[in-house]
């Protein structure tokens, strides 16, 4: 029995303590064409969902599972840390019609049939597929905020000539509580970590190689950490001669037919993001100096993780890619 006689897409969830897994109830518990079946964690099994994600008392009556029965559902989302997703499908077979999301980074070079889930660049390739790997949160950020350049053919040759700087909130770092997680700590504080060489630049790469072949190396990327908890804010400067109503009609061009990256004529903030599934733009070009700044900002919960994964399977299965993420942004 395929999807289609089933009616609703029947889902299931694989590593459902984290903070991705509870963003994902919270969307699916409202769209109107998914039916959550199961939810797994084997540390939680037997426990009320909302003994973990307590945001959610009142919304939902599930209890998280120690089994995860592929053959009942339509799509699968794996939630589980990195490294985790290839271990399971060691020890599982997927049914021939599961559909599969992965969060995880472990098939975002695309191996093992896996399509790269970046729908503002791989929409047509995700329609097609029932293997898609979930792009990373900061590498969300960071490609949107780069690929109109990289599909124009005008980044520098040399990929470091890029200077980014990107501010993440407390939940970029799962819901495991560590030193710099620590509200005492994150509090009125940041800090740089990872510089140069965050796990993040690799699938930036790849996409931009794709879009223009012929650039070399890594751009040149700051991860800060931010004293809040959610969101992405990326600066990105780009030397570029290109004058402010050039860049701005390339960047609307590219996105015009966007569901969810938005470009704007004023500065961004964070709060225009925060608790959707959008990705704010704006670009600010100094013709004088040579170079273009382009700011964006989005929620690494929902467009970093779990909105755009509902995102992709909104395409994988034929329907509006905004279907059940019409999310209010927290303005205040």
Request: with cysteine; glycine share 10%.
């Amino acid at each position: 029995m395929t999807r289609r006689d089933r009616g609703m897409a029947r889902i299931g969830i694989v590593g459902g303590a984290g903070y991705t897994a509870g963003e994902l109830l919270r969307i699916l518990i409202n769209h109107p064409e998914a039916e959550i079946v199961w939810i797994h964690s084997s540390s939680n099994a037997g426990k009320p969902v909302t003994d973990v994600h307590e945001g959610l008392l009142g919304e939902t009556d599930l209890v998280f599972s120690d089994v995860h029965p592929l053959e009942d559902i339509d799509v699968l989302f794996m939630c589980s840390a990195h490294g985790k997703s290839r271990e399971f499908w060691s020890e599982n077979n997927r049914p021939e019609e599961l559909k599969v999301i992965d969060l995880a980074q472990d098939f975002r070079d695309e191996s093992d049939g896996y399509v790269y889930g970046l729908p503002d660049m791989q929409k047509s390739k995700i329609e097609g597929a029932d293997l898609v790997a979930n792009p990373g949160c900061f590498a969300t950020a960071i490609q949107l905020s780069l690929l109109p350049l990289a599909d124009a053919g005008i980044l520098p040759e040399r990929l470091s000539d890029i200077n980014i700087t990107g501010i993440t909130g407390s939940t970029g770092a799962g819901v495991k509580p560590g030193a710099t997680t620590h509200f005492s700590w994150r509090n009125n504080n940041m800090s740089v970590y990872k510089p140069f060489n965050h796990q993040h630049l690799a699938e930036i790469v790849r996409s931009l190689r794709k879009l223009q072949p012929g650039v070399t190396g890594e751009p040149i990327f700051i991860p800060v950490r931010g004293d809040f908890a959610r969101g992405i804010f990326v600066m990105a400067v780009v030397p570029l001669e290109i004058g402010q109503e050039e860049a701005e009609k390339l960047y609307a061009t590219y996105y015009a037919d966007s569901s969810f990256t938005v470009v704007s004529h004023k500065p961004v903030d964070l709060k225009q993001a925060v608790n959707t599934n959008k990705a704010v733009v704006s670009v600010s070009a100094d013709a004088s100096r040579g170079v273009l700044l382009i700011t964006t900002a989005i929620d690494n919960l929902l467009k970093g993780a779990s909105g755009q994964a509902v995102e992709n399977m909104n395409i994988m299965l034929g329907l509006d890619p905004r279907t059940g993420l019409h999310l209010k942004p927290s303005a205040f």
